[in-house]
């Protein structure tokens, strides 16, 4: 294995634009053009546009390839229609959760599964593991496809001008190959910003020109280039969970608060159901920590890994994910927290930011929801 | 990126700028303005404060991470910039200017760091 980073398709227009590189997952990609508040403002507003090449594609492909994707992941992906998507995960046997994936129904025989660029390796290693004795073949496609995302209000309005796929009929959570600026595209209204959008997914080779495409129709509508900073901050208002921090191997779907991804009602087993069924009773009846928001009344951002704590100082949970809000205009955490203080409103919530308690009120996620 | 060659410049990126009455302005230099992001918070020592050269004396947050801010000399304080306080943002938009952090009256009776770089020094030291 090398040491430097893997780089996209997309590198030299991305160090042409002048983009604040950094390492990620092992790949080199944008953190920013600019500035990351006018990126995220941006997307919230208008469109931006974002090289996703580095997450993991893997095919699941045959005649019970269904059959395999109900055993190897939490979700029922063989009652997935055809062009539709879902959000599901992999678990371990022990319910820890390897990733959290979109799994995409291409054809009848054929789906497509995204990884998180971080855990590819171990969720292709996983399916192909758990492929032993189904007539399906688990492929191995992060070299096949670059992936570009439009989010944001006027996506919509600017992919429309390259394509002519139904987009209108294409509902959320929603995926059909089509041509997009002439290039061969799997169109997904797909995204992870909280805003209407789609990702692209397209042969590496045809990567720069769709960009600039979509760069010159977007130009009208505000469209700009966009970097992982302000994904990040884009996809915590939005109260999405990213692997690492929210979801973790020690992290049961049920102890996130998305046990609702887990179907039991589905014929067979999957690795994982019988500690899942404990996880799910457990975090029923007597839940040990509950995922929630958090909102500083103060200026001083908490970060991943900051202690919780109530108004005796005593630690009642830790963020996992804190950055400030430009949409809410206050720094903002997502945060496990004994299931005492987890009720909105909870009075005497601090995070304890390097020493100092700073007051911050318990919410509900998201943070942020957009007009439909 | 360009740095004033007017300023002297430490290793942690900070820029100062000396007048007669021994009074020095004190910023971060674009090069770390940059390297931050967009700077949602600072957190200045106060006037009246004793500062020395190397020690954290303030924060600097951005979007994604929090960061030392250390005085460049051994002094006294004697002025922060209010300004940079209320909108942060100067510190991005206008490093080596409105977005300037703090006054300090450098102690004479210390020795003066040696590590202080030219413009030039500093633009080698940045691109390391």
Known sequence: ?372 | MSNPQHLRYSKEHEWLSESADGVATVGITEFAATALGDVVYVQLPEVGDTVTAGDSCGELESTKSVSDLYAPVNGEITEVNQAVVDDPALVNSAPFEAGWLFRVRIDSASDAPAELMSADEYAAFTEQ
């Open chain 1, 1 to 372: 294995m090398s040491d430097s980073p893997r780089v996209t398709a997309l590198d030299a227009v991305h160090r042409a634009l002048g983009a604040t590189m950094t390492d990620f997952a092992g790949w080199s990609m944008p953190l920013r053009y600019g500035s990351e508040r006018a990126e995220h403002e941006a997307v919230r507003t208008a469109a931006g546009l974002f090289d996703l090449s580095h997450m993991g594609e893997i095919a699941v492909l045959g005649e019970e390839a269904g059959a395999l994707l109900d055993f190897a992941l939490v979700g029922r992906l063989s009652a997935l229609r055809v062009g539709r998507a879902r959000y599901t995960m992999i678990c371990a046997e022990d319910g820890g959760i390897l990733d959290d994936l979109i799994v995409y129904r291409l054809a009848e025989a054929e789906f497509l599964v995204v990884a998180n660029a971080g855990n590819a390796e171990r969720v292709l290693t996983a399916l192909s593991e758990r492929a032993a004795g189904f007539a399906a073949e688990v492929r191995d496609d992060r070299d096949a496809y670059a992936l570009l995302a439009v989010q944001g209000p006027a996506a919509a309005g600017v992919l429309a001008e390259l394509t002519d796929a139904d987009l209108a009929g294409l509902r959320y959570y929603a995926g059909l190959p089509g041509t997009v600026a002439g290039k061969p595209a799997l169109i997904a209204r797909t995204g992870y910003t909280g805003e209407d959008g789609f990702e692209l997914f397209v042969a590496p080779a045809d990567a720069e020109a769709l960009w600039a495409a979509l760069t010159a129709a977007g130009a009208a509508d505000g469209l700009v280039p966009c970097g992982l900073a302000c994904r990040d901050t884009l996809r915590l208002e939005a109260g999405m969970p990213l692997y690492g921090h929210e979801l973790t191997e020690r992290t049961t779907p049920f102890d996130a608060g998305l046990g609702r991804v887990v179907k039991f009602e589905k014929p067979g087993d999957f690795v994982g159901r019988a500690a899942l069924e404990r996880a799910a009773e457990r975090a029923a009846s007597a839940p040990p920590r509950v995922l929630v928001g958090l909102v500083a009344a103060e200026r001083r951002v908490p970060r991943a890994g900051y202690p919780v704590v109530d108004a005796t100082g005593a630690v009642i949970g830790e963020v996992t994910s804190g950055a400030p809000s430009p949409t809410l205009g206050r720094p903002v955490a997502i945060a496990y927290v004994d299931a005492t203080h987890a009720e909105p409103g909870t009075a005497g919530v601090a995070v304890d930011i390097r020493g100092t308690a700073a007051p911050h009120e318990v919410i509900a996620l998201p943070f942020y929801t957009r007009q439909r």
